[in-house]
């Protein structure tokens, strides 16, 4: 179940079915690290900082709009998109209500146990 209305439908593909291994760490040469999908783009970001870890060179490839090409306008190879440490284990994205009624049972059947 696809429902973010912010997220482009391509974001929300690639990170349901991204696994653990989908994933690398960016801007830690800047001091500002973060996960996100591994691209075509967080190649170069990561080849970039090799050889100029220097924010003004690398600040048009990981600013809010790279982000966003990726995220709400579906151009993967544009940005990048963010995804965190539980990347592998997210299966589809609920709205909130039920999410909240899955926790809910899941916490159920652990009392249960």
């Known amino acids: 179940m696809l429902l973010c209305v912010h997220a482009h439908t391509l974001y929300q593909l690639i990170l349901t079915g991204a696994a653990e291994t989908d994933t690398v760490e960016i801007k830690e040469s800047i001091g500002a690290p973060g996960r996100v999908l591994k691209n075509r783009r967080t190649g170069q970001i990561l080849e970039m900082k090799q050889f100029s870890p220097v924010v003004e060179d690398i600040c048009p490839y990981i600013d809010a709009e790279a982000n ?34 899955r926790v809910s049972e899941e916490k159920e059947h652990v009392k249960q146990r």
Not at 94 to 100: R, S
């Open 68 to 101: 966003k090409a990726f995220i709400h306008e579906g151009k993967q190879d544009s940005g990048f998109g963010w995804a965190g440490q539980v990347t592998g284990r997210i299966r589809d994205i609920p709205y909130v209500q039920g999410l909240f009624n």
